[in-house]
């Protein structure tokens, strides 16, 4: 169903490797990065956690490029395969850390923290940690109140209740526009998707006023931002013959500068998501937009660089480490970290995530046994809850723990 743009002549078209625009890779990479530098610490990066929004935009626009991109002539075999994709590239890699992290909890900290990341466990197992986090009444922070080495699994779960649901609807979408006379998919899923950005914002605002716990955390105050992402995806075919590169590169630095005023001016004590949230989502959105361009820009080409492409292809592994590093690191010798303690703490980071990418994530969802067979990668989520929860029983039992496997998950 995706239109391909070709390149004008005499343009130089934005580098991209296959379907995978090298742009949107070099834009992951902001948005690790900023998320990291704020979580550490560093000064300067106080709003730095506004590159989990950005996240959600990319996610939004990536998914459903990936939704579009072939007709679903049998859909039984579309889902399936669709599904089992998110399975090898997202779980396996979420579990081991998972593991991993509530055995140094208990190893390297006490048996009381070790008690309370038991429950964060198992809940971000099951991709409900921000539903957990809600009821918990967790406040996100950047390393203050001791919290826990799986906070940051919460945007994990957002992403993963969006790609249960989306899907969804656009199968509902597809057979709407096959029974209504002169209705097109496109047309169909943009309005939906309207629909569903001024729903969502607007009780983004309302919410946060009154519980920002909830605001936070909640997939409904935050279905708008992965739904702009998915808007830009089902326009690329109208925008992408329509934009040149004048107005692409305008959009390119206003999209930068929306996101760095944001990590700049917001701080923790923000009034956070509500309306302002959209200056961030609204950056990332202009930054997509810019690079459907078949000129290059300056901006595109500067997220297009290999290190930019390169720390986006590890984005995933580097979300995933640094804050079980950071927190348990934090739990040993005060949260106040030295700048060399900062920057050792990044480098470790780094490094973990470089190990974890080349030998494990990437292995995985590559793997062409697992490709071949989507039943047995959707058999990768039973198989991992089941040793997350085998390893929380462990602990449980080995140190006497009276905490239920389950717990306060709603």
Not at 148 to 177: D, G, M, N, R
Not at 238 to 252: D, E, H, Q
Not at 364 to 392: E, N
Request: charge should be positive.
């Amino acid at each position: 169903m995706a239109v391909a743009v070709g390149a004008v002549r005499g343009a130089q078209p934005a580098p991209s490797y296959g379907h995978r625009r090298a742009d949107v890779q070099g834009l992951r990479a902001v948005a690790v990065l900023v998320v990291i530098l704020d979580h550490v610490g560093m000064p300067g990066f106080s709003g730095g956690f506004v590159g989990v929004d950005v996240f959600f935009v990319i996610s939004g626009y990536v998914i459903t490029r990936m939704l579009l991109r072939e007709s679903p002539r049998s859909r039984g075999a579309w889902f399936l395969d669709f599904y089992a994709k998110r399975a090898r590239r997202i779980v396996p890699a979420a579990t081991l850390v998972i593991t991993l992290t509530v055995i140094a909890t208990f190893e390297l900290t006490n048996f009381l923290r070790g008690a309370r990341v038991l429950p964060d466990a198992t809940a971000a197992s099951l991709f409900l940690a921000n539903f957990h986090f809600i009821e918990t009444g967790t406040d996100y922070a950047r390393l203050g109140s001791d919290p826990s080495p799986l906070q940051h699994y919460w945007s994990l779960a957002v992403e993963e209740q969006f790609y249960l649901v989306w899907p969804l609807l656009v199968i509902l979408a597809i057979a709407v526009a096959a029974r209504v006379r002169r209705a097109a998919l496109r047309p169909v899923l943009f309005g939906t998707l309207i629909a569903i950005v001024a729903a969502s914002y607007a009780y983004s605002i309302v919410l946060t006023s009154g519980n920002g716990v909830e605001a936070f955390f909640s997939p409904l105050t935050r279905a708008w931002e992965l739904a702009i992402g998915a808007l830009l995806a089902v326009a690329q075919p109208w925008l992408a013959t329509r934009i040149s590169a004048v107005p692409a590169a305008v959009l390119g630095w206003s999209g930068i500068a929306a996101i760095v005023w944001s990590v700049l001016t917001l701080d923790h004590t923000s009034r956070f998501p509500g309306w302002v949230a959209a200056v961030p989502v609204l950056g990332a959105a202009a930054i997509l937009t810019a690079g459907m361009c078949v000129q290059r820009t300056v901006p595109t080409t500067a997220l297009s660089g290999r290190a930019a492409v390169y720390i986006g292809d590890i984005s995933y592994s580097l979300y995933l480490v640094h804050w079980p590093v950071f927190a348990i690191t934090a739990a040993r010798i005060g949260q106040d970290f030295s700048l060399p303690m900062q920057w050792l703490l990044i480098g470790a980071t780094f490094a973990g995530a470089a190990v974890m990418y080349h030998a494990f994530e990437d292995p995985i969802r590559r793997s062409r046994a697992l490709a071949m067979r989507p039943w047995l990668s959707l058999a990768i989520v039973p198989v991992s809850i089941a040793i997350v929860f085998a390893v929380v029983a462990f602990e449980r039992h080995r140190w006497s723990l009276p905490v239920p496997l389950v717990q306060q998950l709603f």
